[in-house]
């Protein structure tokens, strides 16, 4: 690897960031560019995976992830008439020697900006920089910015290599994919909230309850209890519904469009409808994901993330996977001699997995099995195994691991993706 290479990055969201932290891992000083005016805590809940976790742990942030999230420690499922279908231990209660956490999306980005800052420098980050096209030729990428906030053109900075973690609407996928049209609507609403409550069940718990015919729920808490002895539960509301709005996160959900689906969901480990009645706020947002694509790069170009592999926010992958690719890229690039030998490769590695997530998000991803559950038994029933067995419970969970890449034997035994290469 060439110490003096010069990457530049374009998007200051979770990707882009894991992807600076990863660089200046390799003993690199990457630069990041960033369209919004100023990098602050937005969206709601995610999960991170023990694959992902692994990364952050090698990147020395372990301990900042347990003061900030919640470690989850079983995922339960049921039917939306409350009964249990399956429990299963999660991360370091499953084996894995790495835990999964629940946290809230913006106070992973905060974690790793603040991380980036201080390892990077203050100066590493511009922020207001919409990055609107780039050239290359066989030495350098050219890339022309403007500022976000007036539209006046800025300074074109040049750079060895490039990585576009620029999201779902990236500017630089569309250069090369200019016909591909808006993201694909998947046919089902979200709204996402937050709400401040006491905890339920072992207060480490994530619950997928419910069909999306009639309505179903994602719930666990991502944050430790205030001196109050509450805990910022977040729930995701998902209906399978024809009513399309464009993606934007900071869209208000309104209660009388969705909160009639959970009237009756007062479980005796959670009531449902006050939860829903007391959120914080609310958000309106569809699943929708785009087609995979057969290059991510081009020359001295690469894309990652989600301006690489959008996919649903299903299945606990959607930031655990930009983390990987950051990682893959950076060991990549460390052990090659030629970076874009490295761009080659990353996208040889990463591609086909994240193909794979993106489709099983789209068919039988984890949450396949409510909707078998539900399609077997419309009406309640008294023992779950009456109409699956744990046989094929067991099989479906093992079959979306071993796809995502969290299979348990597998990421416990496999090298770094950076560090093995260290004499």
Known sequence: MDKALDVLIIGGGIGGLAMALSLHDIGLKPRVFEQAKEIRPLGVGINLLPHSIRELTELGLLEELRATGVETDELRFYTQYGLEIQREPRGTKAGYKWPQFSIHRGELQMLLYKAVLERLGPDCIKTAHTAVDLSQDDDKVSVSFQDSTTGESLTTETADIVIAADGIHSTIRKKYYPDEGDPIYGGINLWRGTTWQKPFLSGQTMILAGTLKTGKMVIYPITQPN?????????????????????????????????????????????????????????????????????????????????????????????????????????????????????????????????????????????????????????????????????????????????????????????????????
């Open 227 to 423: 001196k109050d002895g509450k805990t910022l539960i977040n729930w995701v509301a998902e209906v399978r519904t024809d009513s399309y709005k464009n993606n934007e996160w900071s869209r208000a959900g309104q209660l009388e469009d969705f909160a009639h689906r959970y009237a009756d969901w007062n479980f005796d480990w959670l009531d449902v409808p006050s939860m829903i009645q007391n959120a914080e706020q609310i958000f309106e947002y569809p699943m929708v994901d785009r087609d995979p694509v057969d290059r991510w790069n081009f020359g001295r170009v690469a894309l990652l993330g989600d301006s690489a592999h959008p996919m649903y926010s299903i299945g606990a992958n959607g930031a655990g996977q930009a983390i990987l690719d950051a990682r893959t890229l950076a060991g990549l690039l460390k052990s090659m001699d030629n970076p874009l030998d490295a761009l080659k490769a990353y996208e040889a590695d990463r591609l086909p997995v994240t193909t794979g997530v993106v489709k099983a998000n789209r068919g039988d991803g984890p949450d396949y099995l409510l909707e078998i559950v539900a399609e077997r038994a419309p009406r309640p029933v008294d023992d779950i195994h009456s109409v699956i067995t744990q046989e094929e419970i067991e099989e479906i969970g093992a079959k979306y691991r071993k796809i995502t890449g969290y299979d348990r034997d597998t990421l416990n035994n496999r090298g770094s993706l950076v560090t093995q290469l260290d004499a």
